[in-house]
């Protein structure tokens, strides 16, 4: 167990609908990155906020939007959804640098199926 | 820019026998961290290994070293005695201090496949 937190497990949902994903990072982490994984494919990188503030940006697409709140948690709304959207989301947090484990720490994942 | 090359999509192993994955990365930067992540069927992304890049010493956690060559700006991943269980995927990743976060960059990954 990372610590970190991800729900829901698993979404279906139909196209042109709007989902919002949730994530929790580990205690005290200030960093959150959230990915996109279609099958056997690498991690798409989306967006990274540090202590509440966006800081990278990646491929992400105009209809995804994110956001970080003063507790930390993360969330992700996707809208207008397309069927190419299905694919695993992953969270991942990390601590502020200069802490000994600076790794990302992964998420179960979020398994969004887009009909 | 830094990014991650890892050359090999996919690669196949004997149980008991010793592999290695490559990945190369790009960067002007002096202070980093390499890790290589273990993604399994299941999915979940795993820590497999870090180092310090102002390590010289290749790390090492059980069955699994690092053969680090900073000048070459080569990390690759050595995984003995494979068994089962180490199949997956691999990513490389690179981790740089940017102002003050860390910003990560991943490669696109190996699929290891140990057969019996």
């Known amino acids: 167990d990372s610590g970190v937190t991800q729900t829901p497990k698993h979404l279906i949902t139909a196209t042109g609908q709007r989902v919002t994903l949730r994530c929790s990072p580990r205690?005290?982490?200030?960093?959150v990155y959230w990915y996109q994984q279609s099958l056997d494919q690498g991690l798409q990188f989306l967006i990274q906020?540090?202590?509440?503030?966006?800081?990278a940006k990646g491929n992400i697409l105009e209809r995804f939007s994110a956001q970080q709140f003063p507790d930390l948690h993360s969330e992700l709304n996707l809208s207008s959804l397309e069927l190419g959207d299905s694919a695993l989301y992953f969270c991942?947090?990390?601590?502020?640098?200069?802490?000994?484990?600076?790794?990302?720490?992964f998420g179960p994942g979020t398994r969004l199926t887009v009909l | 820019a830094q990014t991650v090359t890892q050359s090999q999509p996919e690669m196949s192993v004997q149980e008991a026998e010793t592999v290695t994955l490559s990945c190369t990365y790009d960067?002007?930067?002096?202070?980093?961290?390499l890790f290589w992540y273990k993604q399994p069927p299941s999915r979940q992304m795993i820590l497999v290994i870090r180092?310090?890049?102002?390590?010289?010493q290749n790390a090492t956690e059980n069955r699994f070293s690092v053969n680090f060559q900073k000048a070459a700006k080569s990390f690759s991943l050595k995984i003995s005695d494979s068994q089962l269980g180490d199949t997956a995927m691999y990513f490389c990743?690179?981790?740089?201090?940017?102002?003050?976060?860390?910003?990560?960059?991943f490669g696109s990954g190996t699929k290891l496949n140990v057969k019996p």
């Open positions: 991942a947090s990390s601590p502020a640098p200069g802490t000994f484990y600076n790794e990302q720490f």
């Open positions: 205690s005290g982490d200030l960093s």
């Open positions: 906020y540090y202590n509440g503030e966006e800081r």
């Open positions: 960067t002007s930067e002096n202070n980093y961290y």
């Open positions: 180092q310090e890049a102002y390590k010289q």
């Open positions: 990743a690179f981790m740089k201090l940017q102002y003050n976060f860390n910003k990560f960059y």
